[in-house]
């Protein structure tokens, strides 16, 4: 049966405020908790600081004194259901393995979300970002080795392969290249809108959470790769939002929010595992229904339109994380050595990326490839995860420490 949340009556919104207690959930038990458990939850926390920092943006350009006052008492449940998501991650886990968990949704969730976008344009954004969130996993796992003398496969569980992407180093390009076309909003599937406000939020997540715990090392080479891969994430940021409509009203964009909410917690209710965290899912789903409704009021009062006319007639095909091995493979056999000029892609290493990478790099070796070949002088070779064989780029193949 198909699920059509307008047509669904969720939680009174007087009701939805949890005390201390109902917040105190317990976490996730990080040696035994499915891996896609743990990007599920990343995922959501990425989901539900978009839709805080969303609404205080709002609220700073909104006129009507009743809409504020509305969106203040959204706001703060959504503030509640951020601080439940993300407090299931579990405090034993070191900050590395948060990270290789947020590289593994950037890849398993981007990869998915390519598959499935019917529109060829955003379809090459998200295959052309994947490539460089895959590079990153691999970096960090490099990291996570050398700092914690752990194997990546303790986070990933063989579901995601570690190697080389588009190496980061080269994905330094001149912010202008960063920017793309945007879909337009009186054309595009309803679907490429969720596509894209998803990504952008989970991106959005990882670009934050790098800002705020890469200068809590003391490990140099911990430092300086945080910082790099921290500007590459606002690169993606500013790739993924420009595929926004700018033209799409306030008032379109927070019902927007709110049906992608709905659709997101009814996907991993639909694949969840875990019976605790689907039961979180659950209850939040029953929530986000009632904010729904309520965005489609204010847009019907404030916008003058239906909210019917920008979204799906019923939810579309569960989000579902799941290995990506081949599609991967496949991207890195076509497309490892694409870069970006002007909103198109080319091949060429062209007069503007070039300068970028000589300011950047200024002849110095990035840590991003400084942190390989440590970890080589330490272990006699780097560390990789390819479960379906040699990397598929000759040139990206593993080079080993001669004893």
Known sequence: MTFNP??????PLDRQIRNWSELNIEPIDPDRADPYTRCRIITMNGIETEAIFFSHNFARVCPQLEAKQQLAEIRYVEAQQQRVVNWLLPGQSSVLETVLGYEQVATDLTSWVARMEPDPYLRQAYEFGVLEDFDHLYRYANLYEMLEHRKAEKIVDNLTE???GRPTFMQHRDPVDNV???YDRNRVD??????ALTIMSAEQQTMNFYMNVGPMYMEPIARQLYQE????????????ESLLDPGETWWERL????YNECYLYHSFMETESDRKVKAVWELHLNMELEHLRLACDMMRKHDGREPESILPRSLPSPVTFEPNKEFLRNLLATQVDLTTLGT???????????????RVHDAQKA???????RHREMFGREYRLQTDGEHPVESLREARVKS
């Open 6 to 11: 307008l047509e669904q009556r969720g939680i």
């Open 180 to 182: 793309r076309d945007p």
């Open 255 to 258: 019902v927007l929010h709110e």
């Open 229 to 240: 891969i921290g500007l590459i994430e606002e690169a993606h940021v500013t790739h993924y």
């Open 190 to 195: 309803p679907i490429s809108r969720l596509h």
């Open 367 to 373: 840590p991003s490839e400084v942190v390989i070949d």
């Open 344 to 358: 198109g892609y080319v091949r060429d290493a062209h007069e503007r990326f070039q300068r970028m990478q000589e």
């Open 162 to 164: 570690v190697m080389p």
